[in-house]
């Protein structure tokens, strides 16, 4: 996991932009008793969104991969498990849609910021 500490900065920036989000979509995220946790878990969600980036194939232009990268994830991880997580919880479909769309949001964006400030790949 050295790709994390080489690439900590781009890491944070997505991070510091998810959160942003989040606290757009949720203004509940701004209690201090879960800023840590959240922050923690937007940190990771980047760090393993970096790593993707960085193992993406060169088949494309460099923009459209960062942020297909992103969409492809989304739609086949994120989405399905918001689906079923949050319908077995008797949320509705609206509310559904609602964090689905900000998870994407945050995918995509991060990846731009990922790929906007640039990734080192680990050492070989």
Do not use: C, Q
């Not at 946790?37 to 960085?54: C, D, N, P, R, S």
């Not at 689906?83 to 945050?106: E, M």
Request: net charge positive; charged share 10%; aromatic share 10%.
């Amino acid at each position: 996991m050295i790709y994390i500490l080489n690439n900590a900065v781009p890491i944070l920036l997505a991070t510091l932009a998810a959160i942003a989000v989040g606290l757009a979509f949720y203004p509940a995220l701004r209690s201090v008793r879960g800023s840590f946790a959240v922050f923690v878990a937007e940190f990771w969600f980047a760090a393993i969104l970096a790593g993707a980036l960085i193992l993406a194939p060169a088949k494309a232009d460099p923009w459209v991969m960062a942020v297909g990268t992103a969409v492809v994830i989304w739609i086949g991880f994120v989405a399905p498990a918001l689906v079923v997580t949050l319908r077995a919880r008797g949320i509705t479909a609206g509310g559904v849609t609602r964090d689905a769309a900000h998870w994407l949001i945050v995918m995509v964006l991060e990846a731009v910021v990922l790929h906007a400030v640039g990734l080192t790949a680990p050492p070989a």
